[in-house]
C-alpha cells in the first residue's frame, strides 16, 4: 500500500489542497472583489445593532462599525466577518469522506451555525467594551482564534461522527 493510499494520508492531502485553493480564491478574487465581504460585514453590523438595541443599549451604526453611543465601536473588518473561518470548515467537510447531499446540508447548517458564534461574538465584545472596558482587547484578541476553531473542531468531530448510510466510509479515516 502506497502513503497515498492511506485514508489518513487521503484526507490530509485532501484537506491542504482545498485551504492552497481556497487561499487563491479568496486572496486573489473574492477580496480584492470585495463585494461579499462588505456584505457579510454590513449584515453582521446590522442584525448586532439589532439585538445590542433590543438589550436596551443605544446604539449607532457607522458603514462597518457598530457601538454604544458614548464609546468607540467594533469594526467588523474583512478578518473579523467569519469568511475564513467558513472556508477552514468547508476544507474538512470536504475532505472527509460521505455523502455530497449529507455533506452539502451539513456545510450549509455549519455555515450558519458558524455565522451565529460570530455574530454573538460581534454583540459581545461590542457590550465588552462599554460593560468591561479592561478585558476587551483580551477578549478580541483571543476570543476570535479560540471561538472559531473550537466550533469548527465540534463540528468537525460531529461530522465524523455522522452515521453514514455506509459505515465503511465513516471507519475509513479511522
Known amino acids: 500500500m502506497s502513503v497515498f493510499e492511506k485514508p489518513i494520508v487521503r484526507f490530509l492531502v485532501k484537506a491542504l489542497g482545498f485551504f492552497v485553493v481556497w487561499y487563491i480564491i479568496y486572496e486573489m478574487w473574492i477580496l480584492p472583489d470585495g463585494r461579499l465581504d462588505e456584505w457579510i460585514s454590513l449584515n453582521i453590523v446590522g442584525i448586532s445593532a439589532g439585538v445590542i438595541d433590543w438589550l436596551g443599549y443605544d446604539i449607532y451604526v457607522v458603514n462597518r462599525i457598530v457601538g454604544i453611543m458614548g464609546y468607540s465601536g467594533v469594526e467588523v473588518i474583512d478578518g473579523c466577518n467569519g469568511i475564513s473561518a467558513i472556508g477552514l470548515f468547508l476544507g474538512f467537510i470536504i ?16 455555515i450558519a451555525i458558524i455565522y451565529l458564534v460570530n455574530l454573538c461574538r460581534i454583540i459581545f465584545l461590542v457590550i465588552t467594551k462599554v460593560e468591561w472596558p479592561g478585558l476587551f482587547e483580551i477578549t478580541h484578541d483571543y476570543s476570535t482564534t479560540t471561538i472559531f476553531y473550537l466550533v469548527i473542531f465540534i463540528l468537525w468531530v460531529i461530522w465524523v461522527n455522522l452515521d453514514f448510510s455506509n459505515k465503511r466510509i465513516s471507519n475509513e479515516v479511522a
Open 95 to 110: 475532505a472527509y469522506p460521505g455523502d455530497w447531499r449529507t455533506r452539502l446540508s451539513f456545510s450549509l447548517m455549519g
